[in-house]
C-alpha cells in the first residue's frame, strides 16, 4: 500500500522523494519561513507522529507560529471516525481556524 502511495507522489522517481514538496520536513528553514501559522494535530498511534513532531520543530526554528495537539491512543485517521477524539480534534480545528482567520 506505500508503494501505491509513494507512486502517486513520485511516479516511481525515488530521487524526488527528498523534496520539500513531498515531505517539507527536508525545507530548509529559508523556505519554511513564509507560511501561515500551522496546526498539527498528532495521532499518537501514527506511523507518521515522529515526521510530523519533527516537522513542528522545524516549523518553530524557522519562526513559524505553530500550534501542537496531541491525541494519545488514536490513530492516523481518527477525525473520520466521529468518536470522542475526533470531536475533540475537530473542535482544535475550528478553534485554530476561527482564531487566525480573525487575525
Not at 1 to 7: C, Q, S
Not at 63 to 74: I, L
Request: proline share 5%.
Amino acid at each position: 500500500m506505500v508503494d501505491m502511495f509513494n507512486v502517486c507522489y513520485f511516479e516511481k522517481d525515488y530521487t524526488k522523494a527528498k523534496s520539500p514538496y513531498i515531505s517539507p520536513v527536508y525545507a530548509s528553514t529559508e523556505q519554511l519561513k513564509t507560511p501561515p501559522p500551522a496546526l498539527l494535530i498528532l495521532a499518537d498511534c501514527d506511523s507518521f507522529h515522529e515526521e510530523g513532531a519533527l516537522y513542528g520543530r522545524i516549523l518553530k526554528e524557522s519562526g513559524v507560529v505553530v500550534e501542537t495537539h496531541e491525541f494519545e491512543d488514536s490513530i492516523h485517521e481518527f477525525t473520520l471516525y466521529g468518536k470522542e477524539d475526533a470531536k475533540r480534534g475537530w473542535a482544535v480545528m475550528a478553534e485554530f481556524i476561527k482564531y487566525y482567520s480573525l487575525l
